[in-house]
């Protein structure tokens, strides 16, 4: 399995507070990206990060920032949850950007509920 | 990237092949389809894929039509761990930054 590891697994919190959710990665993968789950809409992309400090908005970006430091890390930061927000996150990771070299790997997720 | 039309849900019985299709006629040479899968609570895994000529790997086949209009994933022998939402997708290079999985099919293996 890729090395994909997703902080904290499970979060529950109050509207308002900030939280940040970790993805970190062993592969050395150069594209990483963060999607949520919720019923009835599938996996929607959220923001998607294509090295060290580039990332890019993906079609469900407001309300949510990213960065990446590091190669194996990328950081994913309501400013001011909202109980819109409590969804399942997960992280994804790929060595290219489409075609042969798309394969995406995904995290275990983190389940964040908003109250 | 082209749209992919998958049917809502399919039951199989253990052992038997499990064969779940997927059409995507407005699909482009330069396009190629991906098969995932999400076991429930886990993240989506990937399953195969391919451009023109049919694939196999350990987990699956994926039978291309010669028009690439549509294509087949295999499952070979099913298991009752292979019930799942599987995901078919079309995809060429450089643009999947925007991609977003559609619903797929629930697979149910029955004993």
């Known amino acids: 399995d890729a090395g994909i590891t997703q902080s904290p697994r499970h979060k529950v919190t109050e509207t308002g507070t900030p939280v940040t959710l970790r993805c970190h990665q062993t592969?050395?993968?150069?594209?990483m990206y963060w999607y949520r789950q919720d019923p009835g809409h599938g996996l929607r992309l959220i923001h998607y990060s294509y090295g060290v400090k580039d990332t890019d908005k993906g079609e469900v970006s407001d309300g949510y920032s990213v960065s990446r430091s590091k190669t194996e890390d990328f950081l994913l930061t309501l400013e001011s949850a909202t109980s819109s927000q409590t969804s399942v996150y997960f992280c994804a990771i790929s060595e290219g950007l489409g075609g042969a070299t798309w394969t995406q790997h995904f995290g275990d997720g983190t389940r964040l509920s908003i109250l | 990237d082209a749209k992919t039309t998958q049917p809502t849900s399919m039951d199989c019985a253990e052992g038997r092949a499990a064969n779940l299709p997927c059409n995507h006629s407005t699909i482009s040479g330069n396009e190629y389809v991906y098969w995932y899968r999400q076991i429930h609570s886990q993240g989506p895994q990937y399953i195969i894929h391919g451009l023109k000529n049919n694939e196999t790997n350990e987990m699956a086949s994926l039978i291309i039509t010669e028009d690439r209009k549509s294509s087949t994933l295999i499952l070979p022998h099913a298991t009752l761990r292979d019930t799942a939402v599987y995901y078919c997708?079309?995809?060429?290079?450089?643009?999947?930054?925007?991609?977003?999985f559609g619903k797929g099919t629930l697979l149910t293996v029955n004993p």
């Open positions: 997708i079309a995809l060429k290079g450089g643009s999947n930054y925007k991609l977003t």
């Open positions: 592969e050395n993968h150069r594209y």
